[in-house]
């Protein structure tokens, strides 16, 4: 048994030795993970239990900052408003960047200038292209879109001030943000595939529709499985887009989960709150990634 215990301490050591320069590499980033996303999380959770002057806690609550933030008048539709903008996000977001990487993929001449021109609104501001598509949507006879459809006979529209319109151009406004970062990425995963697959598909006279369906698809999914959930996650922490373009109106149309957190933070200072949407929304969050995986896990077989 000595020989045997003396002999598995001398393996692990062995291996740690083997491994010790992979694991300085990712000290620092543990480090920072941890920092930044750990501890944070921590401080959220037990800041959600206790009554808080600020972020000092004062007294052990247990659960009622929860049972408040469920009546709140403004939880039931900032939760309902955020699985619509996710809703939204795949029905316009999701297949834009596919199609975009499939026609750039197809493209021979200026390939290389149109992922610049595509990719170039990610390395805008965030705050600064809100403001930029706020100008654009204004209702009224000074809004840039409804100045250039009056040129055809169109009169002002109210855009985000109609409830029915303002999550579907918020999510609109959102993809044509993020969609480029997207687009390049499964043109990688595009150029990854082996080109004799397609050879072989058009000598056997195989379409392009027919070598999307059973080529291009079929190498890409786990890429745009994992691209769903990513894109899921992302839109589910939608702040300031509906912050600035509409602050939640018309009537609370666009308020979203994340922007009630910044209500409850930074204009009630009630930090403790706010803790607990935060909680709430990475509950949502964990238990919808795990239904989705669990979901999508025969495909891999």
Same mark, same amino acid.
């Given at each position: 048994?000595?020989?045997?215990?003396?002999?598995? !301490?001398?393996?692990?050591?062995?291996?740690?030795?083997?491994?010790?320069?992979?694991?300085?590499?990712?000290?620092?980033? !543990?480090?920072?993970?941890?920092?930044?996303?750990? #501890?944070?999380?921590?401080?959220? #959770? @037990?800041?959600?239990?206790? =009554?808080?002057?600020?972020?000092?806690?004062?007294?052990?609550?247990?659960?009622?900052?929860?049972?408040?933030?469920?009546?709140?008048?403004?939880?039931?539709?900032?939760?309902? $408003?955020?699985?619509?903008?996710?809703?939204?996000?795949?029905?316009?977001?999701?297949?834009?960047?596919?199609?975009?990487?499939?026609?750039?993929?197809?493209?021979?001449?200026?390939?290389?200038?149109?992922?610049?021109?595509?990719?170039?609104?990610?390395?805008?501001?965030?705050?600064?292209?809100?403001?930029?598509?706020?100008?654009?949507?204004?209702?009224?006879?000074?809004?840039?879109?409804?100045?250039?459809?009056?040129?055809?006979?169109?009169?002002?529209? &109210?855009?985000? @001030?109609?409830? &029915?319109?303002?999550?579907?151009?918020?999510?609109?406004?959102?993809?044509?943000?993020?969609?480029?970062?997207?687009?390049?990425?499964?043109?990688?995963?595009? &150029?990854?595939?082996?080109?004799?697959?397609?050879?072989?598909?058009?000598?056997?006279?195989? $379409?392009?529709?027919?070598? !999307?369906?059973?080529?291009?698809?079929?190498?890409?999914?786990?890429?745009?499985?994992? !691209?769903?959930?990513?894109?899921?996650?992302?839109?589910? &922490?939608?702040?300031?887009?509906?912050?600035?373009?509409?602050?939640?109106?018309?009537?609370?149309? @666009?308020?979203?989960?994340?922007?009630?957190?910044?209500?409850?933070?930074?204009? =009630?200072?009630?930090?403790?709150?706010?803790?607990?949407? @935060?909680?709430?929304?990475?509950?949502?969050?964990?238990?919808?990634?795990?239904?989705?995986?669990?979901?999508?896990?025969?495909?891999?077989?």
């Amino acid at each position: 048994m000595a020989k045997i215990n003396g002999g598995s !301490l001398l393996r692990i050591r062995t291996g740690f030795n083997r491994n010790i320069s992979g694991w300085l590499l990712m000290l620092p980033s !543990l480090i920072l993970f941890a920092f930044f996303i750990w #501890v944070p999380l921590v401080q959220a #959770v @037990s800041l959600s239990l206790f =009554r808080t002057s600020g972020v000092i806690l004062r007294e052990f609550a247990g659960l009622r900052n929860y049972v408040e933030v469920f009546a709140h008048p403004d939880f039931l539709p900032a939760l309902r $408003n955020t699985f619509t903008y996710t809703l939204w996000s795949l029905v316009i977001g999701f297949l834009v960047p596919i199609i975009l990487a499939i026609i750039i993929n197809e493209v021979r001449r200026g390939r290389s200038f149109i992922k610049m021109a595509i990719y170039l609104p990610n390395i805008l501001p965030g705050i600064a292209m809100v403001f930029l598509w706020g100008f654009i949507f204004k209702p009224g006879d000074t809004g840039i879109l409804n100045i250039i459809l009056s040129k055809v006979g169109i009169g002002p529209q &109210q855009w985000l @001030s109609n409830p &029915q319109w303002t999550i579907p151009l918020i999510v609109m406004v959102l993809t044509w943000k993020s969609a480029g970062a997207t687009t390049l990425l499964y043109i990688a995963g595009l &150029q990854g595939i082996d080109s004799e697959l397609y050879e072989a598909a058009i000598i056997d006279g195989a $379409n392009i529709f027919k070598r !999307l369906r059973y080529i291009t698809i079929p190498c890409i999914f786990n890429l745009a499985r994992t !691209l769903l959930i990513l894109q899921i996650i992302a839109v589910f &922490q939608i702040l300031y887009e509906p912050l600035v373009m509409t602050n939640g109106g018309p009537n609370n149309a @666009s308020i979203s989960i994340m922007q009630l957190v910044f209500r409850f933070a930074f204009e =009630r200072f009630d930090y403790a709150k706010a803790s607990a949407v @935060s909680v709430i929304i990475s509950i949502i969050l964990i238990v919808l990634t795990l239904a989705y995986f669990k979901i999508s896990k025969p495909k891999d077989m």
